[in-house]
């Protein structure tokens, strides 16, 4: 089974950068497609970005096109999460997820399509 551990969360102040960190515990980390939910109080997780298993492959939510970049150093086992203009509205926690996919080029973009999940870290931006 996946471990995954988040870091790199804080507070912030609007305008600023951020970057999330998720490290994995097994050797099978390039086998999986990795992603970035986030989830704000009250409100249910929604997707971020994910990136496929070799990294060729990236897909973000509309929203945050632009502002947030997701990568992977499977050298490292380790996906990053780089965020920029960082807005009040993207304070929630961010949680990692890895997925056992099929297709190299995936990049799945909703909950049920992943398999193992960290902690989360909380990000907090201040206006």
């Known amino acids: 089974q996946e471990q995954l551990v988040e870091s790199g969360g804080g507070l912030v102040q609007a305008g600023g950068s951020l970057r999330l960190s998720c490290a994995a515990s097994r050797g099978t980390f390039s086998r999986h497609a990795m992603g970035w939910f986030r989830q704000a109080p009250g409100k249910e997780r929604e997707f971020a970005a994910a990136?496929?298993?070799?990294?060729?492959?990236?897909h973000y939510a509309d929203s945050l096109k632009g502002r947030f970049t997701i990568s992977r150093d499977n050298a490292k086992n380790t996906v990053y999460l780089q965020m920029n203009s960082l807005k009040p509205e993207d304070t929630a926690v961010y949680y990692c997820?890895?997925?056992?996919?099929?297709?190299?080029?995936?990049?799945?973009?909703?909950?049920?399509?992943?398999?193992?999940w960290g902690q989360g870290t909380q990000v907090t931006v201040s206006s």
């Open positions: 997820a890895a997925g056992n996919v099929l297709s190299s080029l995936a990049t799945p973009s909703t909950t049920g399509e992943y398999d193992y």
């Open positions: 990136i496929s298993r070799s990294g060729s492959s990236t």
